[in-house]
Nanobody, 127 residues
Framework: QVQLVESGGGLVQAGDSLRLSCSPS????????MAWFRQDPGKEREFVAA????????YYADSVKGRFTISRDSAQNTVYLQMNSLKPEDTAIYYC????????????????????WGQGTQVTVSS
């Protein structure tokens, strides 16, 4: 069974940094574009960032642009989300996701276009 596993979440203070990791179990995702989404209770799951298979093309939500960086290590079969200058409004459960092809920004930010999802990791930022 294919599964994506996130790790690296935790409780930090505003201004701190965290790095989230996402690794698949059951298969390699080196040929799949990957993305991070987040969801706060009572809100819709929202797009954070996406990366193509080669790691050279990325998209970011305006709310995280300049603070978050998505990257991937194909040798390690892992996707990362480096989060700097964290704010209380970044508090959410963060999910990684995969789909079969890389596309334009409006497609990549659409959560319904993704086939595989992880269980999520909690990020809490205190003020």
């Amino acid at each position: 069974q294919v599964q994506l596993v996130e790790s690296g979440g935790g409780l930090v203070q505003a201004g701190d940094s965290l790095r989230l990791s996402c690794s698949p179990s059951g298969r390699t995702f080196s040929r799949y574009p990957m993305a991070w989404f987040r969801q706060d209770p009572g809100k819709e799951r929202e797009f954070v960032a996406a990366i193509n298979t080669g790691g050279y093309s990325t998209y970011y939500a305006d709310s995280v642009k300049g603070r978050f960086t998505i990257s991937r290590d194909s040798a390690q079969n892992t996707v990362y989300l480096q989060m700097n200058s964290l704010k209380p409004e970044d508090t959410a459960i963060y999910y990684c996701a995969a789909r079969s092809s890389f596309s334009d920004y409006y497609t990549m930010r659409n959560r319904e276009k993704y086939y595989y999802w992880g269980q999520g990791t909690q990020v809490t930022v205190s003020s």
